[in-house]
């Protein structure tokens, strides 16, 4: 048996019912008996999934004309203020923006209906034009009648995320949950040894043009994600013990289904939205393997304090530990609840594997891989640089 | 026999005795889990009543004699599991583990016996899905 493999013949044995596609969860249990070579003469695909909060989200959409045309200029969408900066009838609305008369409804609530069928009530106004004489329009849209929906998030699917508690003594309300006072409890937001990224520490097959399933239907990396960092701190298993990789994302929401798209709202926090992503990750050589069998002992995060400025880190912890219910930090026992659905994640790596196994879903090379020693920069608060 | 339930008093009955009666009387255990009293002295409160079925029933009859309305808890907090992502967020809060995800399929589980009807799920679940009904 060959120990090295290419997408095209990985695909080759998907066309002919052959391949063999496990989960994320089951190569990890599986390589506690197999060595990577036993493995990799076994198994050709991993998928793996996520289903958590992903704020940085967004959709495009375009209206179509209407008659006489508008230039849209001040858009909303039922009550949700929608990018006017696109063209004429084009616009992006983010997720968590909020509807200007009610706080627990906002542009992952739109994104939500539009998926479900439901009328959207579009209200657009304009300064009008020769070409674009309309200056109002107030009218009803749904997903048969638009031209496009396209979701395209910025910023998902993070490899790894600090866990979150408060040292204060009150109670804070964050986007990592209701964080109570004196250590009261640890929130945590990733799927651990099922999390896409966490599988891939080195981006090696996961890259710009990847086909991913994102809501319930198929689509792509677009891009590196926003805030993408590859230079965290790695522990020995290679693993960044702190948010680093990002992808940016895309596919047509008209496919998508409300199984894996959910608006959330966060008590004074404000809108987010779940998101469900699954990426396959083909076992290509044994090292793709070694980093596929990671398991959640050896998956580390830090814990940060949200209740302090800066957030700053506390310790560490692993994803067996907080999945456990509790975790241990300076002598107390700190109730843990996680932020991200691992029920919802192990459905969406399900689908993925039984797609490929029913040879509708097929693996991608990456066009380009991401680029490699990225940092961020923080935003200063400053005047006008003047040379 | 132990059992949850929501005593709601008229402002005449406020000033009652009740639980000393309960606990004299009817060889009631009684814990309050919580009480609130409102404008206009109406009062409510959540009381775990541990005592025989025979007991526990001669109890009920006798707040209900008393003019108190006598509301098993299960019927009070609701959660729209149909809808649930099981994302686990409630269980960040709930001190009780009435609200558990530490099972073999991470799944959402709802324990009404273990609630003390503390609220915090209801601000805690980003997709709004508990009704607490603790008030007038």
Not at chain 1, 17 to 46: C, F, H, Q, R, Y
Not at chain 1, 72 to 84: C, D, K
Not at chain 1, 169 to 174: D, E, I, P, Q, R
Not at chain 1, 275 to 289: E, S
Request: proline letters at 5%; a neutral charge.
């Amino acid at each position: 048996m060959k120990s090295n493999k290419t997408v095209e013949e990985i695909n080759k044995k998907i066309r002919q019912g052959d391949a063999v596609v496990i989960t994320a969860e089951e190569v990890s249990k599986m390589a506690l008996t197999l060595s990577p070579e036993e493995i990799i003469n076994e198994v050709d695909v991993v998928t793996t999934a996520t289903f958590g909060p992903m704020c940085s989200s967004g959709a495009f959409l375009n209206f179509g004309h209407s008659d006489p045309p508008i230039r849209m200029e001040e858009i909303s969408l039922n009550n949700v203020p929608a990018s006017g900066g696109l063209a004429a009838v084009d616009t992006f609305i983010g997720a968590t923006e909020t509807a200007k008369d009610d706080p627990y409804y906002g542009g992952a609530h739109v994104i939500y209906d539009l998926i479900d069928g439901k009328d959207v009530l579009l209200k657009a106004r304009a300064k009008g034009t020769d070409c674009y004489p309309r200056k109002e329009i107030d009218t009803y849209i749904n997903k048969k009648e638009i031209n496009e929906m396209i979701l395209f998030n910025p910023r998902n699917a993070y490899q790894n995320y600090p866990a979150a508690t408060n040292t204060t003594s009150s109670t804070k309300y964050t986007y990592m949950g209701i964080l109570l006072p004196g250590l009261g409890n640890v929130t945590y937001s990733t799927s651990g040894e099922l999390s896409p990224l966490l599988n891939d520490p080195e981006l090696r097959t996961i890259g710009i043009g990847t086909k991913i399933l994102l809501g319930g239907a198929e689509g792509f990396v677009a891009w590196n994600g926003t805030q993408f960092n590859t230079v965290r701190p790695k522990n020995k298993f290679g693993i960044p013990t702190i948010n680093a990789a990002t992808l940016a994302v895309i596919g047509n929401m008209k496919d998508m289904s409300t199984e894996f798209i959910r608006p959330a709202v966060y008590e004074k926090y404000g809108v987010s939205i779940f998101v469900g992503i699954g990426i396959p990750i083909p076992l290509l050589n044994k090292d793709i393997v070694r980093t596929v069998s990671i398991r959640n002992e050896q998956i580390e995060t830090t814990i940060c304090d949200y209740g302090r400025n800066g957030h700053p880190a506390l310790g560490k912890t692993n994803y067996q530990q907080l999945q456990s219910g509790y975790i241990e930090l300076g002598g107390e026992r700190i109730q843990t609840a996680p932020l991200s659905s691992l029920y919802k994640a192990r459905i969406i790596a399900e689908d993925l594997k039984n797609r490929i196994q029913r040879k509708k879903f097929f693996l991608t090379e990456p066009v380009q891989l991401f680029p490699k020693n990225t940092s961020l920069n923080g935003l200063k608060i400053r005047g006008k640089d003047y040379e | 026999m132990s059992k949850k339930y929501i005593l709601k008093f008229r402002p005449s009955a406020v000033e009652e005795p009740v639980t000393y009666c309960l606990i004299k009387e009817y060889d009631i255990r009684v814990n309050i889990l919580r009480a609130e009293i409102y404008p206009g002295k109406s009062g409510i409160m959540l009381v775990e009543l541990d005592a025989n079925s025979i007991k526990l029933k001669q109890a009920i009859s006798f707040l209900q004699h008393k003019d108190i309305e006598v509301i098993p808890f299960e019927k009070r907090i609701h959660l729209e599991i149909e809808k649930c992502v099981h994302c686990g967020a409630c269980t960040a809060v709930c001190c009780t583990s009435a609200l558990s995800i530490l099972n073999e399929k991470s799944e959402l589980v709802f324990t009404p016996d273990k609630c003390v009807a503390c609220g915090l799920c209801v601000k805690a679940c980003p997709l709004q899905l508990f009704q607490l009904q603790f008030e007038e």
